[in-house]
């Protein structure tokens, strides 16, 4: 009996406790509703498509393919992005460059982002430093698959 | 023109009903939303105005609408349509006993602010809220389908376990109040305690309002006591429902949840009684007095109901998004073993109380 009388008062101590919540953000809504600016907030979600996080730095979001200074793709087709790849996205085809120092190029190269698991391992696998992931696009939903598939200009931007 | 004012006076009741139960959605999303530091539903909007989502129960509404209106191939398709607006009405049905406000005189006539002035009024809500549970029963039945069916018959073992505390816990209100007319225990708690006090029914009674807010919170079955439906994991008795027939076993719970209210104030705190104020205005303890003519007295009584039946409506929300659900066992052990002693010792404390005091 004094047991269930303990948790009986730990239940209405639960009720206060939603209801301070409830009261604390009520003033500060109705503060910011008669314009008074307040440090603290009566709601700590971000309302997403009008205000928007900052993307921190090391964030891994679209990816990109780097040029050279004359405009041509960094990438020398060396496969290793396509070998690490653990999602199997990364499609290469190569073909020959005039200059001696370069040799290849990419053809083809393809980025199905609706497989592709945003690891990273791509990036640290390029010996040139051809692909990276800092555009901080993080929106890319498509309504058809055949979109979500990127090809070398759209990834040269 | 006695025909004219019974359906001007059941319009507008059903109407008061319908909006409140509209915006009772809405409320229950943003006082969650608040309790929990969110803002919620604010995206509805007509031409881009969204007024904090006033609009969001018409676009539930309309999604409601256009919903495939489904009836599984195996189920009784004539019980299983009938059982949504079985529980429907029986809810419905009972704002007609609650009283609104005092009488209002207009051109000579005396119009009661209460649809139905029925002497056993509150007998009539008790009863017509039990009937509801037809409608839970009749759908798990007729969905046939064995989980539907758990749910119905966990809904029947629930409201067994709490009917029986509902009716105890108001008897002693009843041998306080000598009248089962909702109206007269109204106006019953317009006077005074020791001359300042309101004498509101939760004071006589406070025993009896705790046990009566307890049953009256599983009668409703949200989500402490949530056993018959369990929205969040277990599968309840409207499984195999969608659409508009959903609405309405949805509808019904937060019309439950308004009926719910209505009760707790006009039995225990007042009904449309503003403390202090009589038929002709106020007239303070500490002996001042405040005349007021009629129309303003009876707009300030309509008013006095509806804040308080929106402030148990709002408790109502606090609870359910508070707690987490009980378990059957201790749910049973709730009603028959806590409520039911309870009760029975406030109606024998009660008798004695009265005894004395005679």
């Known amino acids: ?157 | 023109m006695d025909l004219l004012i019974a359906f001007i006076k059941i319009v507008f009741a059903l109407v008061w009903f319908l909006v409140l139960t509209l915006y009772l959605t809405w409320l229950e999303r943003k006082e969650s939303a608040v309790i929990q530091d969110r803002i919620g539903a604010n995206r509805a909007n007509i031409f881009g105005l969204r007024i904090i989502g006033l609009f969001q129960p018409f676009a539930d509404a309309i999604k409601m609408i256009f919903k495939e209106d489904f009836v599984p191939a195996f189920a009784n398709k004539f019980l299983h349509t009938l059982a949504p607006f079985l529980s429907f009405f029986f809810v419905a049905i009972t704002v007609s006993a609650i009283p609104f406000g005092d009488k209002l005189d207009i051109g000579g006539r005396s119009i009661n602010l209460q649809v139905l002035d029925l002497n056993a009024g509150l007998l009539f809500i008790l009863a017509m809220l039990s009937l509801g549970i037809y409608g839970i029963i009749l759908s798990g039945w007729a969905s046939r389908n064995r989980f539907t069916l758990l749910g119905g018959v966990r809904g029947a073992a629930q409201l067994i376990s709490y009917e029986v505390a509902l009716g105890l816990s108001l008897i002693g209100l009843i041998m306080v109040y000598p009248s089962l007319r909702l109206q007269e225990i109204v106006g019953f708690q317009g006077e005074n305690l020791f001359n300042w006090l309101p004498k509101w029914g939760v004071l006589l009674q406070p025993l009896g309002f705790i046990v009566f807010f307890f049953a009256a919170l599983a009668e409703t079955k949200r989500v402490p006591f949530d056993l018959p439906e369990g929205e969040s994991e277990i599968i309840g008795f409207f499984t195999e429902y969608g659409g508009l027939k959903w609405g309405l076993f949805m509808m019904t719970d937060f019309m439950e949840i308004i009926i719910i209210s209505c009760l707790a104030t006009t039995l225990f705190f007042g009904g449309w009684q503003v403390p202090w104020m009589g038929s002709d205005g106020f007239h303070f303890p500490w002996g001042g007095t405040w005349l007021l003519p009629h129309g303003i007295v009876v707009l300030f009584q309509l008013f006095a109901f509806n804040v308080k039946v929106i402030f148990f409506c709002w408790l109502q929300i606090l609870i359910r998004w508070t707690y987490p659900r009980y378990r059957y066992d201790q749910l049973m052990d709730l009603g028959w073993k806590v409520l039911i002693p309870l009760s029975l010792i406030n109606i024998v404390g009660t008798g004695i109380m009265i005894g004395i005091l005679k």
């Open chain 1, 1 to 157: 009996m004094i047991d269930a009388l303990g948790y009986f008062i730990e239940t209405i101590k639960g009720a206060f406790i939603t209801a301070r919540h409830f009261i604390v953000n009520m003033v500060y809504h109705v503060l910011k509703v008669l314009g008074i600016k307040t440090k603290r907030k009566g709601a700590v979600t971000i309302q997403y498509p009008e205000q928007r996080k900052e993307i921190a730095r090391r964030h891994r979001s679209l990816h990109r393919l780097m040029k050279r200074e004359d405009g041509k793709p960094r990438c020398v087709s060396c496969m290793l992005c396509v070998t690490v790849c653990p999602s199997e996205c990364i499609h290469v085809e190569a073909s020959e460059d005039p200059d001696p120092e370069i040799q290849k190029v990419p053809a083809k190269f393809t980025i199905d982002l609706s497989r592709c698991c945003f690891c990273g391992f791509c990036v640290e696998a390029c010996p040139e430093d051809a692909i990276r992931m800092d555009t901080s696009k993080v929106e890319f939903a498509e309504y058809a698959r055949p979109d979500m598939i990127y090809d070398l200009t759209k990834l040269l931007g």
